[in-house]
Structures are given as C-alpha cells and as structure tokens.
C-alpha cells in the first residue's frame, strides 16, 4: 500500500522558510499529483498547491502565491513544500497526500509535520 | 473560490444512531466531491469520493449522496470507531476547498 513519508520542520522565526519534503514511492511520483494541505491547530483544512512530479507543472492557492514554492526530484522520488516570509499564522501541520487520477481528491496523506512559528 | 458549508459544526450521538452531515456549495461542483474522517493527531482518511462512491475498506454504513451544490454524508449505526471530524472537499476546481468539518461527539 502507498505511503507518503514526510520529514523536515520543526520550530522558524518569523521572516524565515522553511522546507518540508515528502517521499513517494516511483509509481506514485511518475503517475499522480501530489498536493499540500496545512491544518493551524484546531483548524480545518486548507489546501495549498499541487505538483504533478514527473512534468513539473504546478498550481498553488492565489493566498499562497509569491511564498510558497513546489518542487520535485525524480532522483529521490520525493516533493517539497518551501514556503517563506513565515509568521505566527503559518504554524500548522502541513500534509502532503496524492491526487487520484481523475479528479484532485487525496488518497492516501502523508503523516503530517508540524511546523511551529515562533520568536 | 468555491465555498463549502457544512452543517451541523458539531453533532452529539449516541452508539447505534443515524447522523447526517450536510455540506452546501457556493456554486455547481457536479459530483466532484469528497468526504473525509480525520482522528485527533491523524491525517484525514478518504471515505467517498465522486459524492457517493465508498472508497475501498470503507464500512457500508457510511454513504453519500448529492450533485450540484447540496451533499449529505450519512453514518448509520454508528460505531465507536466513527466518532471524529468529517470535512468534505470540492475538488471541481482549484482552489481546492474544504468545509470547515463536522465534530460527531458521543
């Protein structure tokens, strides 16, 4: 069964980045999207933007755009998220999890890493 | 942006009971939604897509139904591993929108 391994984070100061990768298997990273949803504690879901790995191309949150940066290497079959310019509102557990084939809902999530902005 | 609404914010039932969640569009999004359960500290877990397909291992008594703008997601008999938070998500067009979720409390 897929996996998606997330790793990175930890504690930023504000006006940093901060970089979160998230590991597929070949299948996934050469045949699905994958995209990035943060939940701010006790907070729902928000969707950030989306890679499909094996072109490059990419899509992000209009809220988002100018900070945030999606990228993938086909060397180690993982994705990253970078967002920077963090501040206080940014701390949030940040997902990765795939796109079906036919229409972005996310099936299966990666475990989750906190990121926590604080001075 | 799409807006999805779902009601109730919270629901308080018991073991053995019927709940429906509803969850409303801003505008048309088809059948191009999902429902998902998310336990404390867990990643969300896909439980229909397409308004009312059951994804594989998902219990029978969960279902959806809708198009358009209105879905319901509906739980019967529920069962102790079914209290948690329920987001739907449209995914008609990006951004990709959730609801703001639905606590189901004993």
């Known amino acids: 069964q897929e996996q998606l391994v997330q790793s990175g984070a930890g504690v930023k100061k504000p006006g940093s980045s901060v970089k979160v990768s998230c590991k597929a298997s070949?299948?996934?990273?050469?045949?699905?999207?994958i995209s990035w949803v943060r939940q701010a504690p006790g907070q729902g879901l928000e969707w950030m933007g989306g890679?499909?790995?094996?072109?490059?191309?990419?899509n992000s949150a209009e809220k988002f755009q100018g900070r945030v940066t999606i990228t993938a290497d086909a060397s180690t079959t993982t994705v990253y998220l970078e967002l920077s310019s963090l501040r206080s509102e940014d701390t949030a557990v940040y997902y990765c999890?795939?796109?079906?084939?036919?229409?972005?809902?996310?099936?299966?999530w990666g475990q989750g890493i906190l990121v926590t902005v604080s001075s | 942006d799409i807006q999805m609404t779902q009601s109730p914010s919270t629901l308080s039932s018991s073991i053995g009971d019927r709940v429906t969640i509803t969850c409303r569009a801003s505008q048309s999004i088809s059948s191009s939604l999902a429902w998902y359960q998310q336990k404390p500290g867990k990643a969300p877990k896909l439980l229909i897509y397409e308004a009312s397909n059951l994804e594989s291992g998902v219990p029978s008594r969960i279902s959806g139904s809708g198009s358009g703008t209105e879905f319901t997601l509906t739980i019967t008999s529920l069962q102790p591993d079914d209290f948690a938070t329920y987001y739907c998500q449209q995914y008609k067009s990006p951004p990709y929108t959730f609801g703001q979720g639905t606590n189901l409390e004993i």
């Open positions: 890679i499909i790995p094996i072109f490059g191309a990419t």
């Open positions: 070949g299948d996934t990273f050469n045949n699905y999207g």
């Open positions: 999890a795939r796109e079906a084939r036919q229409g972005a809902r996310f099936d299966p």
